[in-house]
């Protein structure tokens, strides 16, 4: 019943900017953790930037600086503002969420097995 759509991807030059929004239905959780991951060709999915019901971020050292992740809770949609775009971050991109206790952090939930609802990918594809 939870369902969760990408939309925002598409192609782009290398340097240029762009923002996806993955918008949630079919929950009303209090606590959690939504991520993005993506997964290029021939490599494994990873996590790059994660934020909890509080408005808590984290990201992990593959996007250093440039992506930014935020919320409309009242929306249940969550974004990832890409800046400076390379074509290394050519990647099916991937949002997530997983309801977790009050007492918990999304510093608990950095894997891919670690969350329950899955959207079903929107591309980027970044040339120089």
């Known amino acids: 019943q939870v369902q969760l759509v990408e939309s925002g991807g598409g192609s782009v030059q290398d340097g240029e900017s762009l923002t996806l929004s993955c918008r949630g239905s079919?929950?009303?959780?209090?606590?959690?953790?939504m991520a993005w991951f993506r997964q290029a060709p021939g490599k494994e999915r990873e996590g790059i930037a994660y934020?909890?019901?509080?408005?808590?971020?984290r990201y992990t050292h593959s996007v250093p600086g440039r992506f930014l992740i935020s919320q409309d809770i009242a929306e249940n949609t969550m974004y990832l503002r890409m800046n400076s775009l390379k074509p290394e971050d050519t990647a099916m991109y991937y949002c997530a969420i997983v309801p977790v206790p009050a007492s918990r952090y999304c510093r608990s939930y950095a894997h891919e097995s670690d969350y329950k609802h899955w959207g079903q990918g929107t591309q980027v594809t970044v040339s120089s």
């Open positions: 079919g929950y009303r959780y209090t606590d959690y953790c």
């Open positions: 934020i909890d019901s509080a408005g808590l971020t």
